[in-house]
């Protein structure tokens, strides 16, 4: 005779070895802090008696939510996206969500594809690091179809999206001020991509530098694109120049880092002839040589608070454009000194 399946227990079986009702069993489940003590210890042990799992999928479809969200990257390459990545997903793991990953590489129809998840229900909300409002693919009237989102990293102009970061201006300003107590007064900003808002908010920072040394006139930028690529391209735009400067301040790590390639290739010693100060920290600032000094982001503690963020606005239901700037920490390592 051939054995019987075994019938995987249900939420029926619980209740009644608990001796409660099917509702009690699943509020012990879901919120097991408006159940009493007594009937939480009893329905417990019903559980563990029986075996029972509860089923995840068809509890989310009654309560209309898939517990995942959706992080929409401009590039995962972004040697700030793994920290920040740990963050989110420590937050999103102790709460009972997952994260799917869309990395778009500014591709418009990669980004529709990705929001498809948000549109058939496969993502509760939406974490963008793309730095722009998704609208590829959503109705006209965004305002009223967009779910609960939170921007990291990269603000973005919206009513309805909150933004977490570092403080870019105030981070930079700091960086600047280190660079002219060591005695630098010619330093040229090497900025990010043209009409990037990260690399406006530094520039703004170094300005504010200037402008309380009762210096702004002193303050000149060369145009870079946050590769390293484009930290060699901007020395070699600099030196067809008269005049040189004495210190570079980078809008990025890579930046820093090409700029260093480009002097020791011209056949100058790093910090001896020039100081280098990138932003970010990120893990190669720290290898090459002379190491990088540098802005540290705090990463981790940028995907926490965004995640919390966007989580409290799924469970109120409630969405806010409120920013949040964490401090960054001047890391000074070796490729600054005295001019």
């Not at 391209?233 to 480009?262: H, K, M, Q, W, Y």
Request: some cysteine.
């Amino acid at each position: 005779m051939e054995e019987q399946p075994i019938k995987p227990a249900t939420i029926e079986d619980v209740a009644k070895l608990a001796g409660v009702s099917i509702a009690t069993v699943s509020r012990a489940i879901r919120n097991p802090e408006k159940v009493a003590e007594s009937t939480r210890k009893r329905v417990t042990a019903a559980i563990a008696h029986t075996g029972y799992t509860a089923n995840a999928m068809a509890q989310n479809l009654r309560m209309q939510r898939s517990q995942m969200v959706m992080v929409l990257a401009q590039s995962i390459s972004d040697p700030n996206f793994p920290g920040i990545l740990t963050g989110l997903e420590k937050v999103a793991n102790a709460r009972g969500y997952g994260l799917l990953i869309g990395n778009t590489e500014g591709d418009v129809a990669m980004e529709e594809k990705y929001l498809r998840f948000l549109s058939t229900g496969m993502a509760d909300g939406l974490v963008l690091m793309s730095g722009h409002v998704p609208v590829a693919g959503w109705p006209k009237n965004p305002k009223a179809a967009l779910p609960p989102m939170v921007a990291v990293s990269r603000p973005v102009m919206h009513e309805s999206i909150a933004y977490v970061g570092v403080d870019d201006v105030n981070g930079s300003k700091v960086a600047t001020e280190y660079l002219m107590s060591l005695g630098h007064k010619r330093i040229v900003y090497v900025s990010g991509p043209h009409g990037d808002a990260v690399s406006e908010l530094r520039y703004r920072g170094y300005c504010l530098a200037f402008g309380e040394a009762h210096d702004a006139g002193s303050a000149w930028h060369v145009q870079g694109d946050g590769t390293s690529e484009g930290g060699r391209a901007a020395v070699e735009r600099l030196f067809i120049r008269d005049s040189l400067p004495t210190a570079f301040f980078c809008f990025n790590d890579s930046s820093a880092i090409g700029v260093i390639g480009s002097l020791q290739a011209r056949g100058y010693q790093v910090p001896q002839d020039f100081s280098v100060v990138g932003f970010d920290d990120i893990p190669f600032s720290r290898n090459i040589s002379p190491s990088l000094t540098t802005v540290r982001q705090p990463r981790g503690q940028i995907g926490e608070l965004a995640m919390s963020h966007l989580l409290d606005a799924l469970s109120t239901r409630t969405v806010t454009a409120k920013e949040t700037l964490l401090h960054g920490d001047l890391i000074v390592r070796d490729s600054c000194s005295t001019p």
